[in-house]
């Protein structure tokens, strides 16, 4: 059955409607005016009416009968030819019938409608003139289980005389109309989303195949727009896909609390010793950060979704020369190189390419979780270093440390990373490993120093040529979606575009 929902013009009327069982196809109302007979069993398209004739074409075959199928929009293009040698009135009339032979008429059942179409040539009813032909157009719409046959006749008089109308065939079937529907996270809806937590994709059909028309459906701030375009050529149905988008998502679930893990501060982050932030990724368990914006990736406009793997990958060190410089570091050239080449194409496509901030600070004893996030994101570097760098893939920052826990067990303003090592801060952590991990950020004092996490769970930093454990970060597209999960260990979000 066809999905009819929102529509650009205007919706045709449907009236429902039944019409008294016909006893005889042959019945003369009067010397005039008839209902269809054949002229003779072998001229099946052969139609005599009140000493008129006339013959049917109807999708280019002889014939009076056409199969509508169930659950299915029908078109009958008839042409009515004139076999008379007088002008006349016809109407185009009909019967349903239940079985081929059409040997019994049956009502309208319930549904079912057979409607005049706009994009037909000539109208249902008026004048032919003698030896000339009429193309009519009907649309027939079957929304029942069951097909039917429709035994197509002519109503016809002289034109001296008034016609006495049938109107079997009164209301419009709209091929130029498009039919909207809106399906989301793959549930037909009867109404579009009242958010935009969702990126949405517009497909069109015409006529029930392929279609010219294209569409394009836009958040204004407080509705979703749709915007249809080259539906010139038919009946089109254009079906508006929404999903949900990760990053959206993770920002509605920003209430500050422990039900939901996320908060805002410094971006939208999942914080707490286990939050439900898991998510599959290359086939392998990975875990959101959080959400951030340009001020700390630079795609502009774009709020985009950060993930840490769960595991390490391995022991490296972050720069096999010690030299504190991570655009020419060789964990970055591993990372965005072999690493990178080795994700399946799926998870490659979700990526970003984006700006890694690094700026970097000097003193450990002093650098609390909100200074580190604004000296990552400053200028402050060791002499000659580059202050941003690009690329798909890095590693977290001390800031994404540090901001992990809840501010009610380590005060971003008063509790240092270096006192991190406390049971209230590591312990309540979920992204402590419990291992020397690398970050991205370079001390800024140093040419060959970088801040680490320490087994202990404090943030102190190491020469560069060490081997500790490498985590791969990255920023997902903002377009990425959610196909399936609840972000739980067991049903981690299952991600897609």
Same mark, same amino acid.
């Given at each position: 059955?066809?999905?009819?929902?929102?529509?650009?013009?205007?919706?045709?009327?449907?009236?429902?409607?039944?019409?008294?069982?016909?006893?005889?196809?042959?019945?003369?109302?009067?010397?005039?005016?008839?209902?269809?007979?054949?002229?003779?069993?072998?001229?099946?398209?052969?139609?005599?009416?009140?000493?008129?004739?006339?013959?049917?074409?109807?999708?280019?075959?002889?014939?009076?009968?056409?199969?509508?199928?169930?659950? &299915?929009? @029908? =078109? %009958?293009? #008839? !042409?009515?030819?004139?076999?008379? +040698?007088?002008?006349?009135?016809?109407?185009?009339?009909?019967?349903?019938?239940?079985?081929?032979?059409?040997?019994?008429?049956?009502?309208?059942?319930?549904?079912?409608?057979?409607?005049?179409?706009?994009?037909?040539?000539?109208?249902?009813?008026?004048?032919?003139?003698?030896?000339?032909?009429?193309?009519?157009?009907?649309?027939?719409?079957?929304?029942?289980?069951?097909?039917?046959?429709?035994?197509?006749?002519?109503?016809?008089?002289?034109?001296?005389?008034?016609?006495?109308?049938?109107?079997?065939?009164?209301?419009?079937?709209?091929?130029? &109309?498009? @039919? =909207? %529907?809106? #399906? !989301?996270?793959?549930?037909?809806? +009867?109404?579009?989303?009242?958010?935009?937590?969702?990126?949405?994709?517009?497909?069109?059909?015409?006529?029930?195949?392929?279609?010219?028309?294209?569409?394009?459906?836009?958040?204004?701030?407080?509705?979703?727009?749709?915007?249809?375009?080259?539906?010139?050529?038919?009946?089109?149905?254009?079906?508006?896909?929404?999903?949900?988008?990760?990053?959206?998502?993770?920002?509605?679930?920003?209430?500050?609390?422990?039900?939901?893990?996320?908060?805002?501060?410094?971006?939208?982050?999942?914080?707490?010793?286990?939050?439900?932030?898991?998510?599959?990724?290359?086939?392998?368990?990975?875990? #959101? !950060?959080?959400?951030?914006?340009?001020?700390?990736?630079?795609?502009?406009?774009?709020?985009?979704?950060?993930?840490?793997?769960?595991?390490?990958?391995?022991?490296?060190?972050?720069?096999?020369?010690?030299?504190?410089?991570?655009?020419?570091?060789?964990?970055?050239?591993?990372?965005?190189?072999?690493?990178?080449?080795?994700?399946?194409?799926?998870?490659?496509?979700?990526?970003?390419?984006?700006?890694?901030?690094?700026?970097?600070?000097?003193?450990?004893?002093?650098?609390?979780?909100?200074?580190?996030?604004?000296?990552?994101?400053?200028?402050?570097?060791?002499?000659?270093?580059?202050?941003?760098?690009?690329?798909? #893939?890095?590693?977290?920052?001390?800031?994404?440390?540090?901001?992990?826990?809840?501010?009610?067990?380590?005060?971003?303003?008063?509790?240092?990373?270096?006192?991190?090592?406390?049971?209230?801060?590591?312990?309540?952590?979920?992204?402590?490993?419990?291992?020397?991990?690398?970050?991205?950020?370079?001390?800024?004092?140093?040419?060959?120093?970088?801040?680490?996490?320490?087994?202990?769970?404090?943030?102190?930093?190491?020469?560069?040529?060490?081997?500790?454990?490498?985590?791969?970060?990255?920023?997902?597209?903002?377009?990425?979606?959610?196909?399936?999960?609840?972000?739980?260990?067991?049903?981690?979000?299952?991600?897609?575009?």
């Amino acid at each position: 059955m066809k999905i009819k929902g929102f529509k650009i013009s205007r919706r045709r009327a449907i009236i429902y409607f039944t019409y008294a069982v016909m006893l005889m196809l042959t019945l003369v109302l009067n010397d005039t005016f008839s209902d269809f007979t054949h002229s003779h069993e072998a001229d099946v398209a052969n139609i005599k009416v009140a000493d008129m004739n006339y013959n049917l074409v109807i999708n280019g075959a002889q014939t009076t009968t056409l199969y509508v199928p169930a659950n &299915d929009e @029908t =078109i %009958a293009n #008839i !042409i009515i030819n004139s076999l008379n +040698t007088v002008d006349s009135y016809y109407e185009v009339i009909y019967g349903i019938c239940p079985t081929e032979e059409c040997t019994s008429l049956i009502e309208t059942p319930p549904n079912f409608y057979v409607e005049y179409s706009s994009r037909t040539t000539d109208p249902i009813t008026e004048v032919i003139k003698a030896d000339e032909y009429k193309q009519v157009r009907l649309g027939i719409t079957n929304n029942t289980s069951t097909g039917y046959y429709l035994k197509f006749g002519i109503n016809a008089g002289y034109i001296h005389n008034t016609l006495a109308l049938k109107n079997q065939i009164i209301n419009e079937y709209n091929e130029e &109309d498009v @039919t =909207i %529907a809106a #399906i !989301i996270d793959g549930e037909i809806s +009867t109404t579009f989303p009242t958010t935009s937590n969702y990126v949405a994709n517009v497909t069109c059909t015409t006529n029930g195949g392929s279609s010219n028309a294209t569409g394009t459906a836009t958040w204004n701030g407080t509705k979703w727009l749709v915007d249809i375009t080259g539906a010139d050529s038919g009946k089109t149905v254009c079906n508006v896909y929404f999903k949900t988008t990760l990053n959206n998502h993770i920002i509605s679930l920003a209430d500050n609390s422990s039900e939901t893990g996320v908060y805002n501060e410094n971006g939208y982050r999942y914080q707490g010793l286990d939050p439900n932030n898991y998510v599959s990724f290359n086939n392998e368990t990975w875990r #959101i !950060i959080g959400v951030f914006d340009d001020y700390t990736h630079g795609i502009a406009g774009e709020n985009l979704v950060k993930i840490i793997r769960a595991d390490s990958i391995g022991d490296y060190a972050w720069d096999s020369n010690n030299i504190n410089d991570w655009n020419t570091s060789s964990l970055k050239a591993y990372l965005n190189g072999d690493y990178y080449n080795s994700l399946n194409p799926v998870s490659q496509s979700l990526i970003e390419n984006v700006t890694w901030k690094l700026g970097g600070y000097a003193d450990y004893n002093t650098t609390t979780s909100s200074l580190a996030y604004t000296a990552e994101r400053g200028t402050t570097v060791y002499s000659g270093r580059d202050t941003t760098g690009t690329g798909y #893939i890095g590693l977290m920052y001390p800031s994404d440390y540090g901001y992990a826990v809840l501010n009610t067990s380590c005060s971003r303003d008063t509790t240092t990373l270096y006192d991190y090592d406390n049971d209230g801060c590591y312990n309540q952590n979920w992204l402590y490993l419990g291992s020397y991990e690398w970050t991205i950020t370079p001390r800024s004092s140093s040419s060959n120093h970088v801040w680490n996490v320490l087994y202990n769970g404090h943030v102190r930093n190491r020469y560069a040529g060490y081997g500790f454990v490498g985590r791969p970060s990255l920023y997902l597209k903002s377009n990425t979606t959610i196909i399936s999960g609840d972000g739980t260990a067991e049903t981690p979000f299952e991600l897609g575009e």
